[in-house]
């Protein structure tokens, strides 16, 4: 199982950043899958989940109406699209995935929400 996100960057408040992570090593479309993000000293939270149909999605409170979780099964890639950007949605940003009750992450990509 591989998964490898990329789209993070430097953007000012209010700002958009649409991140995607590429799965690789097992059925994608089968699974369900989520987005993560860590900030300094803090914990990882889940940001966004999205099931296997894409057909349904849930949101932390915190980025509710801001972010947007998809995926195409197609390409075997989840996207988070954030708009409305805030200096405390700078975090590293990690897919994550559960495939035979094992754990997995992508390396991560920094966004950093700042003027």
């Known amino acids: 199982v591989q998964l490898v996100e990329s789209g993070g960057g430097l953007v000012q408040p209010g700002g958009s950043l649409r991140l995607s992570c590429a799965a690789s090593?097992?059925?994608?479309?089968?699974?369900?899958m989520s987005w993560y993000r860590q900030a300094p000293g803090k914990e990882r939270e889940l940001v966004a989940f999205?099931?296997?149909?894409?057909?349904?999605?849930n949101y932390a409170d915190s980025v509710k109406g801001r972010f947007t979780i998809s995926r195409d099964n197609a390409k075997n890639t989840v996207y988070l699209q954030m708009d409305s950007l805030k200096p405390e949605d700078t975090a590293v940003y990690y897919c994550f995935v559960i495939h035979i009750i094992r754990h997995y992450w992508g390396q991560g990509t920094q966004v950093t929400v700042s003027s």
């Open positions: 999205i099931t296997s149909s894409g057909g349904t999605t």
């Open positions: 090593g097992f059925p994608f479309s089968a699974y369900p």
